[in-house]
């Protein structure tokens, strides 16, 4: 019996009762009973042919005399576990009287019927769904970002699965999805980064797909069995939301035919009960899942919705906790800042750390500078005027600019996304944060402007064709300002705001606050005044020995003060600091004639006024030290002084002394002992660790980032030549392309791995003879990687191949015996299995350059 085909139509896809069809799909049969499970109601019209019964109908007729008693036994059974429709019961591999054939039955209540669902039991893939599942979710447990999950777990599904095409799709706010992962067969075009409209899947599929995780087409052109009768008493069809064998929309089976795909499976994405993305699997040829392989499917996508869950709020949390160290280290750095514009304008660039954005803005006292993709300066003004009306005082937000100001559509390419923070209660000093149009940030998986006229069937819906239609959904709008975007906007808002009062209770004196301001500086000045004179205080009265001469008492503290005057010097002099290699230079300068006794290597560093103080008493008290007992005391005597950043942006000094006399801890603790051990730990939160080794004295500073400047040093990173890597070291893949045949997925996936860590340029995985034979017509490898047996074939044929073409390649087998080599002609390493990365390197070496 046939069943009629509705209109295809983009128009009604969004109005189409996908849940209540009216029929199933090939490879099952239904039943519909009374919530008791006594009654038959319903079937679908191939039931009896299904079940391989003789009756035709079997409306009315008692569930037990069509099933038997046992199995309707631990049917309802199975009804009585089945807690809500989306968890059905299952009963795996029943044998009925009536039949030598063995089902898969799952059943479940819903709008008071006991819906019954069979399936041909298959002899093949695993005993049980929890050890299917147990190898999906075990490959899984150790990736660290989401990023890395999405991309693994595409991969692993279609390993296990053996569907010739799995993605990961997800959604974006605006409702439209993007393939962000994709495993697939190889001569396949790619999916990956492909857009596509919200139109494509609509609204009442994606409400099915929150509440029926699993979803199988088994076959795109197969027929659909009708479910008799249509219509219950009260004239209802009946409601197969939670069916896997509900028939499937004559629209999406066309949108899969005309891609070529005869056979499809998604699995849900839902973290946080909303519909993140799907799993969808495509195959070319028609295929169907068992029971046990689709709830392994299901479970594993709930694995990962919690996993993706759980590594995207530790994102999160880390980008929060980024965006404070931001925050701070902004506040931190705009304490010595006399010019507020300058200050901001300098840091325009690096905003894009806080929110992710492609251009940023300053409107400060009437003046523009901007970094980055933004509108043109003379469309500022009204944008600014816009943003303190909608919003006054406040943060404003928009991915839609031109809807707001229609005069941005003119530069809408480069800013149609708008993030405002006000600097102040003024309606006219903002920081403003913009997005391109998102057209313009699609990284397409292919030529966006490539169409096809019309698909295999005619003029209907193709993926190419939805490119045009999402351009146009998107058209205008940039990628959306995300909720914890927003809170660090407010927060940047109130740490802007607090840098723009501290600047201007500081140093304002045209805003009207000329006597508080001075009466703060002179309040300053009298805290730093008294500041230098306890320092000076604490050099003259700290105790001495009794024995120590009057003379070397007095240089000692002319020597101290003389590093306190270089240090003010230096910090006067130089713009918010002093430069860390004329503070070392200047207490060196008595032995620098002669390079050979003390050496001073660094980047390009400034210190800010206040550790410049501290760190000038520390290396003269060193450089004297070593002047009077140390390194610097006898001839061949020398000093190394070095100096690097860490990552956290930290100075780490190092000071070593070598070829002096020998050296011992000292038995008291004087000033100047205390001023180095001490000073830095308690006046900057550094350290300081002196160690009195008997080859001589090693101190190791720790100067804190936040009175650091190293704008010098990126330039001179930039400039400097990279070390050469000797031949002999580089990995004898590095660079080059290499073709793996190996008929177990999995066994493939971890030598992709090795063979990328060691730097191969690219991995071509093959199954079979035929799919590398085809590879090689096409393109030849650097070199091969060829698994001896793979099924029924061996790898001969792809071997002599590859010697006809004078490419090198290695047999990987787990047989101890040689002589089953395919071709034992041809002197090629063998790798045995299992692989590690050292003998893999070491015969990819001997095969290419034969030595190992």
């Known amino acids: 019996m046939g069943f009629p085909e509705m209109a295809v139509d983009l128009t009604n896809c969004d109005r189409e009762p996908i849940h209540v069809p009216g029929s199933i799909q090939p490879h099952g049969c239904l039943l519909v009973c009374d919530e008791g499970a006594v009654v038959i109601r319903r079937q679908s019209e191939n039931a009896a042919a299904f079940l391989g019964l003789p009756e035709q109908s079997l409306v009315g007729r008692k569930l037990e005399d069509v099933l038997g008693g046992t199995p309707v036994h631990e049917l309802r059974n199975a009804l009585s576990r089945s807690g809500q429709p989306s968890r059905p019961g299952l009963m795996p591999s029943v044998t009925l009287s009536a039949t030598p054939r063995t089902f898969d039955i799952s059943v479940h209540r819903f709008k008071g019927n006991a819906i019954i669902e069979f399936e041909l039991s298959s002899p093949k893939g695993p005993a049980s769904p929890l050890e299917f599942a147990r190898t999906l979710v075990g490959r899984l447990s150790h990736v660290r970002t989401p990023r890395e999950l999405i991309d693994s777990a595409a991969r692993l599904l279609r390993a296990i699965l053996q569907y010739d095409r799995v993605m990961i799709y997800q959604f974006a706010a605006d409702g439209s999805g993007q393939v962000v992962s994709e495993a697939r067969r190889s001569d396949l075009e790619s999916f990956r980064g492909q857009h596509f409209p919200a139109s494509d899947i609509p609204q009442q599929a994606r409400q099915l797909y929150l509440l029926n995780p699993i979803r199988l087409v088994s076959d795109a052109s197969g027929a659909r069995h009708p479910i008799e009768p249509v219509l219950d008493e009260a004239g209802q069809p009946l409601d197969l939301t939670y069916s896997h064998l509900r028939s499937v929309s004559p629209i999406h089976c066309e949108y899969l035919r005309n891609m070529g795909v005869a056979a499809s499976m998604s699995v849900s994405i839902i973290v946080d009960g909303a519909l993140w993305g799907l799993i969808a699997c495509h195959h070319y040829s028609p295929r169907s899942m068992s029971m046990n392989q689709r709830i392994a499917a299901e479970i594993f996508g709930e694995f990962f919705a919690l996993q993706l869950g759980a590594l995207t709020q530790k994102q999160k949390l880390e980008a929060g906790d980024r965006a404070r160290r931001f925050l701070k280290d902004l506040l931190a750095s705009s304490i010595h800042m006399t010019d507020l514009s300058a200050f901001l304008r300098s840091h325009l660039a690096t905003f894009p750390q806080l929110v992710a954005c492609d251009g940023v803005g300053l409107l400060l006292d009437g003046v523009w500078s901007s970094w980055g993709a933004v509108p043109p300066a003379e469309a500022i003004p009204k944008l600014a005027a816009y943003v303190g009306q909608a919003s006054p005082g406040a943060v404003f937000a928009t991915s839609a600019l031109s809807e707001e100001v229609p005069a941005a559509r003119a530069f809408a390419a480069e800013a149609s996304g708008l993030l405002a923070i006000p600097l102040s209660q003024r309606p006219r000093d903002y920081l403003l944060l913009f997005r391109r149009e998102l057209v313009q940030t699609v990284e397409w998986g292919g030529d966006p402007n490539k169409t096809y006229t019309s698909g295999p069937l005619g003029d209907r819906l193709t993926p190419r064709q939805s490119f045009a239609v999402w351009k146009q959904t998107v058209e205008n709008r940039s990628l959306p300002w995300m909720p914890v975007e927003l809170d660090l906007a407010e927060s940047a808002r109130g740490a802007l705001i607090e840098v723009v009062l501290r600047q201007g209770e500081l140093l304002s004196e045209e805003r009207g606050k000329t006597e508080a301001r001075q009466k703060m500086l002179n309040q300053e000045l009298n805290h730093r005044v008294k500041n230098i004179l306890s320092v000076i205080r604490s050099i003259v009265s700290y105790p001495v020995q009794d024995e120590t001469a009057i003379r070397a008492y007095v240089q000692t503290i002319q020597g101290r003060i003389d590093a306190l005057s270089l240090a003010h010097d230096q910090a006067t002099l130089s713009a918010g600091g002093g430069a860390l290699r004329e503070l070392f230079a200047a207490e060196l300068a008595p032995y620098l004639a002669s390079a050979q006794r003390v050496t001073i290597e660094g980047p390009s560093a400034a210190l800010d006024p206040r550790a410049f103080s501290v760190l000038a008493l520390v290396i003269h008290e060193l450089a004297t030290n070593a002047a009077k007992y140390g390194a610097l005391s006898r001839e ?217």
């Open 636 to 852: 061949g005597g020398r000093v190394a002084l070095e100096w690097t950043r860490s990552e956290a942006g930290d100075c780490l000094i190092s000071w070593r002394e070598s070829g002096g006399p020998p050296v011992s801890p000292p038995t008291r603790t004087g000033f100047g002992s205390a001023l180095v051990s001490r000073s830095i730990p308690f006046d900057l939160g550094g350290r300081s660790d002196v160690s009195f080794a008997p080859s001589g004295v090693v101190a190791r500073l720790t100067i804190p980032a936040r009175f650091m400047s190293w704008e010098a040093a990126s330039a001179m990173a930039e400039g400097a030549a990279p070390a050469a890597v000797p031949a002999d070291a580089l990995s004898p893949v590095q660079g080059k392309s290499v073709l793996l045949l190996e008929d177990q997925f999995l066994i493939a996936m971890d030598v992709e791995e090795m063979l990328l860590s060691m730097g191969a340029a690219s991995v071509t995985i093959c199954a079979g003879v035929a799919e590398a034979m085809s590879l090689l017509e096409r393109d030849l490898p650097d070199i091969a990687v060829l698994d001896v047996n793979l099924g029924a074939e061996t790898s001969e044929e792809v071997a002599r191949r590859l010697v006809a073409a004078k490419r090198p390649f290695v047999f990987a087998t787990g047989y101890d015996d040689g002589s089953r080599l395919p071709i034992i002609d041809h002197p090629a390493p063998v790798v045995r299995k299992p692989y590690s990365v050292a003998t893999l390197s070491a015969a990819l070496r001997q095969a290419l350059y034969g030595v190992v």
